[in-house]
């Protein structure tokens, strides 16, 4: 008897890691778990001070496209996917789509240095209090917000993004 509960609770305890790691994995892949901002809901505003010192309102940005990218410099995956962001910001500006960076929980420096090392030319704020990333539900950094031309939400990808992944979703919102 005590052999056939060891290999139950081995294959339960086994049945538990899979799906965590289902969970874990389709945090990092993009796949949206957190339904708090609905698709086609209006876009939260935000008003952000770029680390040029100038003010950027969402509610300003009407009639273009938004990709906001929220990182930090100490964020070894923010890193990894940063190059994406210059290069598609490049690609796309003349399509109507604009880009944002917010370095959250980050000091000016850094994300001034940070942003210097990558030579991004889009506006660049600090999220102080993290109150952006919150109001659109991202629990964690890198996250990257898609905003329709109408400003409604449209996807929020939580986790390091692929350059694919991110060209195919400024296409959906760059229509």
Not at 55 to 63: S, T, Y
Not at 80 to 90: D, I, K, L, S, V
Not at 112 to 138: C, M, N, Q, W
Request: hydrophobic residues 45%.
């Amino acid at each position: 008897m005590p052999r056939q509960l060891v290999r139950l609770a081995l294959a339960l305890g086994s049945i538990a890691l899979i799906l965590i790691a289902s969970l874990l994995l389709a945090r990092t892949s993009g796949i949206d778990l957190d339904p708090a901002t609905p698709p086609a809901a209006p876009a939260p505003d935000f008003t952000l001070t770029t680390l040029d010192g100038d003010q950027l309102r969402l509610a300003e940005l009407r009639g273009k496209a938004v990709v906001v990218n929220f990182w930090g410099s100490w964020c070894a995956p923010c890193r990894t996917g940063m190059p994406y962001f210059e290069q598609a910001h490049r690609a796309n500006r003349d399509r109507g789509v604009v880009f944002v960076g917010a370095a959250v929980e980050d000091r000016f420096e850094s994300a001034h240095a940070f942003a210097r090392e990558f030579g991004i030319t889009y506006p660049v704020g600090l999220d102080d209090g993290s109150e952006i990333a919150k109001s659109y539900g991202l629990r964690g950094l890198p996250g990257t917000i898609f905003i329709r031309r109408d400003g409604t939400f449209h996807r929020r990808w939580p986790g390091l993004i692929s350059e694919e992944q991110l060209a195919q979703l400024i296409d959906e919102i760059a229509r």
